[in-house]
């Protein structure tokens, strides 16, 4: 599980821009850096937050919250993980570059 945990969190870093980086290398040029705008993210936020009407009632328990205001407080983990492996081959669907997005999917596959 620890795998996944980091593997998903590295991956909304980079979609989110915030992971290091060298100080003259703007994540706003990422094309992978869909969610670097703040409204976006809130938005994709709030999206996520809506989903929890479309999961089943065997997980709904821990549903995702809205990452935008939880994600780095009290998130627990099958909630991070039903996020990025459950919720984001959907959501990212169009936002990635194709080239990203086929190789996410091909990740969430394999987990």
């Not at 980079?14 to 980086?21: A, D, F, Q, Y």
């Not at 939880?70 to 991070?80: F, H, N, Q, R």
């Not at 996020?83 to 987990?111: M, N, Q, S, W």
Request: hydrophobic fraction near 40%; glycine fraction near 6%.
């Amino acid at each position: 599980m620890h795998l996944e945990l980091n593997i998903g969190q590295l991956q909304v870093s980079l979609w989110r821009g915030t992971i290091e980086h060298l100080k003259d290398d703007d994540p706003s040029t990422w094309p992978f850096a869909i969610l670097h705008n703040h409204q976006v993210w809130q938005a994709h936020g709030a999206t996520v937050a809506a989903a929890h009407r479309y999961i089943p009632t065997c997980i709904e328990s821990r549903t995702p919250r809205n990452p935008a205001e939880k994600i780095s407080s009290g998130y627990k983990a099958i909630e991070y993980l039903l996020y990025v492996f459950g919720l984001c081959p959907a959501l990212l669907y169009g936002a990635l570059p194709p080239e990203f997005y086929h190789h996410f999917c091909k990740l969430v596959f394999r987990i």
